[in-house]
């Protein structure tokens, strides 16, 4: 089972950017859709982003025209480009991985999760 590991987080003002990564482990990430949830304090865990096998991209709504991910199976890493953040952003984001072809909106689907990176957008 492909163990992950995402690093990229931090502090960032409003309108500012961050690249997260996900670094896979043991299985190449090739094998799976990957996706990235997130969860800030007190609200449930929300889908960000999916890259399927073949590289076809998803986005949720409320990151739509900010954000870009991106597999590089050489490196076996998933990356995320967050662009133009916002406080609402603010949140733990967690990579995890789907042994399909497919993207997934449902956390349940996917087997195997990172430990999760905070960002945090604040003045």
């Known amino acids: 089972q492909v163990q992950l590991v995402e690093s990229g987080g931090g502090w960032v003002q409003p309108g500012g950017s961050l690249r997260l990564s996900c670094a896979g482990s043991?299985?190449?990430?090739?094998?799976?859709?990957i996706s990235w949830f997130r969860q800030a304090p007190g609200k449930e865990r929300e889908g960000v982003s999916c890259i399927s096998k073949n590289g076809g991209a998803t986005y949720a709504i409320a990151v739509k025209g900010r954000a870009a991910i991106s597999r590089d199976n050489g490196k076996n890493t998933v990356d995320l480009q967050l662009y133009n953040l916002k406080p609402e952003d603010t949140a733990r984001y967690y990579c995890?991985?789907?042994?399909?072809?497919?993207?997934?909106?449902?956390?349940?689907?996917?087997?195997?999760w990172g430990q999760g990176t905070q960002v945090t957008v604040s003045s």
């Open positions: 043991v299985v190449g990430l090739d094998y799976y859709a």
């Open positions: 995890a991985a789907r042994r399909h072809y497919y993207c997934s909106g449902l956390a349940e689907d996917f087997e195997s």
